[in-house]
């Protein structure tokens, strides 16, 4: 499986911006997928997650409201919009794919359902 985020950058303070993740390898959608973000420092965190089979989606509390998980079937792809950006968000995103296993689509929302990462995406929240 290959996974690339993109969609990263500079923006102010409440504005916006959409990432996108690119799954590539897996024949077939039935595993999780999710948002990952890590700020110098800090350990890495799950923001996001989204199970394809039935879009039922998970947020961190401190995103919930803001950020939107969603997924384009056609192109094999999972975004993250970020809305009403704080300075605290920024971090490099990365997105993630757990296993397809019954257990990874049942505990989608735990960071440690996820084995497979992609690079990420800087995401710089700054006046």
């Known amino acids: 499986v290959q996974l690339q985020a993109s969609g990263g950058g500079l923006v102010q303070p409440g504005g916006s911006l959409r990432l996108s993740c690119l799954v590539s390898?897996?024949?077939?959608?039935?595993?999780?997928v999710g948002w990952f973000r890590q700020a110098p420092g800090t350990d890495r965190e799950l923001v996001a997650a989204?199970?394809?089979?039935?879009?039922?989606?998970y947020y961190k509390d401190s995103v919930k409201g803001r950020f939107t998980v969603s997924r384009d079937n056609a192109k094999n792809t999972v975004f993250l919009q970020l809305n009403s950006l704080k300075p605290e968000d920024t971090a490099v995103y990365s997105c993630?794919?757990?296993?397809?296993?019954?257990?990874?689509?049942?505990?989608?929302?735990?960071?440690?359902?996820?084995?497979?990462w992609g690079q990420g995406t800087l995401v710089t929240v700054s006046s």
């Open positions: 993630a794919v757990g296993p397809r296993t019954q257990d990874s689509l049942i505990y989608f929302h735990r960071s440690d359902t996820y084995d497979t």
């Open positions: 390898g897996y024949p077939y959608r039935t595993y999780p």
């Open positions: 989204l199970r394809w089979s039935d879009d039922r989606t």
